[in-house]
């Protein structure tokens, strides 16, 4: 799944959170993210659909389209989650090539979902799924409290504690 991400991220790219630590340790470290992320996509790939759209429709947190109908979250909710995505996208902008290949998997993944529920919610699952396995890579950049808002929807269904670490 995610073997092609693990050679292009021992490409000598920058790593945000490994510039403190010696090159092969860094490596090393990145590459247990990548495997964290692979293993929450394998779980994500046997996940029942309906559990799936279920999640993705139950977060008030998640950015949604104008036509969702979901729990209304408190204004400071809203902004805390912004604010966690914002730092999220800083984190993984100096690795646009990762995002793309983490974004095509999640992408191929919740089509298969067309056909069983609306475009809208596939696009919800998409991004809900998408956030949580990006928020992955960046959790040692990330705010633990930053971390939990980007994973929660996922947080019951697949537990971060039972991913490969």
């Excluded at 990145?30 to 996509?41: M, S």
């Excluded at 984190?91 to 919740?110: G, M």
Aim: with cysteine; aromatic share 4%; glycine share 2%.
């Amino acid at each position: 799944m995610l073997d092609s991400i693990r050679h292009s991220a021992s490409d000598g790219a920058h790593r945000p959170s490994s510039s403190h630590l010696p090159p092969t340790l860094a490596s090393q470290l990145f590459d247990r993210r990548v495997a964290t992320a692979r293993g929450f996509h394998q779980r994500l790939l046997h996940l029942p659909l309906g559990r799936w759209v279920e999640v993705a429709l139950s977060d008030p947190h998640a950015e949604r389209a104008p036509d969702d109908c979901v729990i209304a979250a408190s204004p400071s909710d809203v902004l805390l989650d912004a604010a966690a995505r914002a730092r999220l996208r800083a984190v993984l902008d100096e690795r646009p090539a990762l995002v793309a290949q983490i974004r095509q998997r999640v992408v191929a993944t919740a089509a298969a979902a067309r056909g069983f529920t609306s475009d809208a919610t596939v696009s919800r699952m998409t991004r809900v799924a998408l956030c949580a396995a990006l928020a992955i890579i960046a959790r040692p950049d990330l705010e633990d409290d930053e971390f939990e808002r980007l994973y929660r929807p996922f947080q019951r269904l697949i537990p971060v504690h039972e991913l490969p670490a």
